[in-house]
């Protein structure tokens, strides 16, 4: 596809009312507009159709949902619809109807043609500076899109939104938690090691024979089975009283206060720990242990400390972190087993308050302590257990553990055993089911690890891709600085991508021979608006589709005069098989690009100034922009002399400077001050003997042109400084002052071929003429 754009056009859509459309013929444009005149609407249109009905400088509450408040225009009537439409050279198009409440329909979807990404293609007046501001990590997040690797970061997002959810759906941390605490329960119990789990086995053996003489089980879970099965045929024999008392002597075996204090204990351990945020530090080198033996071949970046290995070097350095962190890293594990003692203990009250035989009890109780324990958010508590998190637990739950001790002082011994027999049982029969929840648990880390090595690979991939892009990007970024900035003392202009860091990227240069790593520590507000403009039009120069535009929206607003020149320069020495949408509403820029950019690749147009939102945007069939000053005539026609005068000022020194035109010196600032009737003089002094125009096969003096320009030079000297100094200036004065002066332009314009005179010289014939060559300026005869 033919990205080139041939017509931009809009209705009823931001500062448009009825249909205007701008016509390209596959050309640049340069764009002339004051300020609210409506020339980034132009620029509106393609980021609304790019990003799918959305432009980001709307983002904001006051645009609406759908942004309905900003796109379309105020006053559009209850008929009329908001259109929108592109159309490239190749014909094909893209269109935008937009209802009333926002909503649009986009055909086709630009996904689907893959014509232009705003971020990369597109720059607006207040994102040249902002790349410079920004923290290395926001540069990254901004040219990661430009440098056309967005849609992996974007992939690398998601699977970290995959993984949480993965570990959130699971309940991966309270899974795990449970078999830490089964294993320490088991531990404390039966024993470690082989002697532990016969003491267990015993245990079994015991209970099947005194529960279940006759079983004949053929494993472990059955014998559980059997004996449980007992145990609750003798339970459902005892009386309400009995079951009462055993409930409430389970709740009264839960160690809360030792809990807590063990809690307590091992977080005042950890804390004494001089490494900096050990605990995350600790919980991440868990997670990067997972990784060993089952990464590939390259280097990663290790999780726990951000330096960057190789992989046989991984296990090492996780061993070597570990044992660096050894004591602490004991410590952290009592912490973590304390906390899920006390969620273990929690859980246990939750379940036995809901138990209907105590329901006497617990309605007897403080029920504020009651809703307190049986709403407790024990997940969060598992993940962030706080001192205040405790204290609410001992002034709610400590005491409902109390109450039911001196409830059940007097508990039958038959009760006591059933209840212990009941204890061992259960957890004899969560150790069993720990195993199967262990090999759960070996799957989701598996997927984890390999949700985690494909984010790894991921990143490897933007960084190979951005360091060879960076590399061929950064050439283009000096040799575009040494355009705008020739014989300046700051070289080495390239972009950074640190080894010992992720998603970060930086601007390094040379200032005056000193490396520096920030272009924020030594430049100028203009330099720095200057650099990133020129990684802006590096970035752009560089995408796949050379088809593709480049819209630039009054992005030299901050430069000066001089560096404004140079930009022209630049896009004509550097990107000059692009096309490009440049906006501007300064004049005197617009006309020196009028005579720096080449005519037959560039378009320009002028829009006239914006006056409601019912009539909307209008094109100026003029390009000098005197329909400025026109404007002004009804309001204030001294303003409108005024205007006309100033757009003399700033068209005479161009021409003036092209045409060689021979000046007196004044001294110092004088000589930039000088004003269009005194360049008038000059020209019309000069132009007897230099102005010709070509008359059959010889060239005349341009007398008609001469004369027009007297008459214009009379009225600026007799009105125009009126206009700036008294307010008797009429509306017919005005008028006649702008038409006289804008005939006095025309006159530097050929018939024939549309272009200045000042369009080609020939320095050794020393003269300027027009392409067809009808219209000369032969300076060296002055």
Known sequence: MNSKIKRIGASWFRGFSDARDIQLSDKSIAVYGENGSGKSSFVDILEYLVRGGEIEHLRHEYSGKRQE???????????????????????????????????????????????LESQRVILRQD??????????????????PLLGLGSLDTAIENLRKIEKEVKEQTRLDFKKGEIRQVQEDAKNKFGTGEAGKQALLDRLAELLKKYCADAQPSDSAESVKAIEDALGKKVEAQTKEQ?????????????????????????????????????????????????TGKIEDRNVQCPACGTTVDTDSFKKHVADEYARLKDAHEDFKAYKKSVDVLCADLTQLRMLLAKPSIKDWKDAQDQSS?????????????????????????????????????????APPEIKELLMDKDDLNLIQRFIQAKDMNAFITEIDTLMVFLQEIQTILRDKIKTQSSMSISAISDDIARMWELLHPEESIEGVNLHLPTDQDKAIEIYLKFYGVDQMSPRLTLSEGHRNSLGLCIFLAMAKNVGNKNIPIILDDVVVSFDRNHRGRVAEL?????????????????????ELKHLLDAGRWEFKALM?????????????KETTFDDARELIEANPSAAGNEARKIMDTWLPVLAERMHLKMPYLFREKNDHRMAHEFLERIISDGKRCFVKKDGSSYKTNEAALQ?????????SARANRASHSHSFTKDEASDLIARCEAALKVFTCDGCDMLVTKAEDASAEHVQCRCGSLMWKYGKA
């Open 127 to 144: 994102e040249v500076a902002d790349f410079i501001k920004g923290t290395k990590g926001e540069k990254y997040s901004s040219l990661l």
């Open 243 to 291: 079951t009462r008392h055993a409930d409430l002597l389970s709740l009264s075996r839960i160690g809360l206060a030792d809990a807590i204090s063990a809690v307590r204990s091992a977080a005042a351990k950890l804390a004494k720990s001089s490494e900096p945020l050990i605990t995350e530090k600790l919980e991440v080198l868990d997670k990067a242990a997972a990784f």
């Open 370 to 410: 009651v809703q307190n324990s049986e709403s407790l958010d024990i997940a969060k508590l598992r993940a962030d257990c706080t001192e205040k998190s405790l204290k609410e637990i001992e002034t709610s739950s400590v005491p409902l553990v109390a109450s039911a001790t001196d409830e059940t002082k007097n």
């Open 571 to 591: 896009l004509e020495k550097e990107l000059h098989n692009r096309q490009i949408l440049l906006f501007t509403h300064d004049r005197e820029w617009f006309i």
């Open 69 to 115: 408040k900003g796109v379309i225009n105020t006053h559009r009537p209850r008929e009329q619809e908001t259109k929108l439409t592109v159309e490239f050279a190749d014909s094909s198009t893209i269109t935008a109807d937009i209802a009333s409440n926002g909503s649009c329909t986009i055909t086709p979807q630009p996904n689907d043609l893959s014509i």
């Open 708 to 716: 027009t320009l007297e008459e214009a030079q009379k009225q600026l």
């Open 609 to 621: 100034p914006w006056r409601d939102p019912t009539i909307g945007i209008r094109w100026s069939d």
